[in-house]
């Protein structure tokens, strides 16, 4: 999954490695305690960006729980040593790609918070980082978030991140001055957030992508579903390798998790998810991205394969 709209050509891929005094540091993040960290974020077209600095470069991250690992931008981080490392299929924000190479990052650092012997995918993302126009280090994704139950808060762009124990239980009791209003199971399926909900009154299968800029539907969904989806325009999306496709853009209606999780008209785009499906071995119906989260402040617990629904603050003049 992942961004929808640019994704990267991919050159032959390197590898290398980190020192273990090498780290990553969120300087814009209010710590609370040793638990619990905010982060703030800006909204760059439609993708969650924030500011970190890495090995003496400062620049910007994606955060994308559609991609299995960290990913680094190989045009900022010439690496010290190259050698062979185990090729792998990735996934996430360049969707489905070439092979790829892993290196470990020794350490890993939010300030305080210090997370050991993670993977990352060293990659080319000069294509996202110019169509963005940021200067864009790497993508943050499931290997580093799946440690933290994740509060991603569109009203106030800012993501909570707060460390649970291995069943999912917070260490920091007092996180959330908000009152929770609903919550809803997911299943796990690799590194992939899926979903059970209903078009109308057609039972569908989403996945969860916080880099996807517009929610996809899967044009081979059905007439019961599709009912509900109103073309407005065409749009070109540039995929792996430069690929062009023209899609199918308009407004999806009546989409609802439970009879009480509902949301209002989604942007979304009509498009072909069989290559996608493949990839992460479940058949999905659908992706939801920045449109649901627009509407729904939401927490993720990976452990606990639960999304909770937070209050959306009262706004005085």
């Known amino acids: 999954m992942g961004i929808a709209v640019v994704m990267a050509t991919i050159d032959p891929p390197v590898s290398g490695f980190f020192s273990p005094e090498d780290e990553i540091i969120f300087s814009k993040a209010e710590i609370l305690n040793e638990y619990t960290a905010r982060i703030p974020f800006k909204l760059v077209d439609h993708l969650i960006v924030v500011e970190a600095e890495l090995l003496n470069k400062k620049g910007d991250f994606i955060i994308d729980t559609g991609s299995e690992t960290m990913i680094l931008?190989?045009?900022h981080f010439p690496l010290k040593y190259q050698h062979l490392s185990k090729k792998k299929k990735t996934s996430g924000v360049i969707e489905v790609m070439d092979d790829t190479f892993e290196q470990d990052v020794k350490e890993f650092i939010l300030q305080n918070f210090n997370l050991k012997d993670k993977t990352s995918d060293i990659i080319d993302l000069s294509h996202i980082e110019k169509a963005k126009k940021i200067r864009l280090?790497?993508?943050i994704g499931y290997n580093i978030l799946k440690d933290y139950e994740v509060f991603i808060d569109m009203h106030l762009n800012q993501i909570t991140l707060t460390k649970v124990n291995d069943y999912g239980d917070r260490f920091d009791h007092n996180v959330y001055a908000e009152k929770f209003t609903d919550s809803i199971d997911f299943k796990l399926i690799k590194h992939t957030i899926v979903l059970n909900g209903f078009i109308g009154d057609r039972e569908?299968?989403?996945g969860l992508d916080t880099a996807a800029e517009f929610n996809q539907i899967n044009k081979k969904i059905?007439?019961?579903a599709l009912k509900y989806f109103y073309p407005k325009k065409r749009?070109?999306?540039s995929?792996?390798?430069?690929h062009k496709i023209e899609v199918v853009a308009g407004k999806l209606f009546r989409v609802r998790?439970?009879?009480t999780i509902y949301f209002g008209p989604m942007d979304t785009v009509l498009a072909n998810l069989s290559k996608m499906n493949e990839v992460f071995g479940v058949a999905?119906?659908?992706v939801l991205g920045y449109e649901f989260f627009r509407q729904k402040r939401t927490i993720i617990n990976y452990q606990k394969e639960k999304l909770y629904f937070v209050d959306s603050p009262i706004l005085r003049n």
Do not use: T, W, Y
């Open 222 to 224: 059905g007439r019961k």
């Open 137 to 139: 280090l790497g993508v």
């Open 73 to 75: 931008n190989k045009v």
């Open 284 to 286: 999905l119906d659908g």
């Open 239 to 242: 995929g792996a390798s430069n």
């Open 235 to 237: 749009l070109m999306l």
């Open 204 to 206: 569908v299968v989403f």
């Open 257 to 259: 998790l439970s009879e």
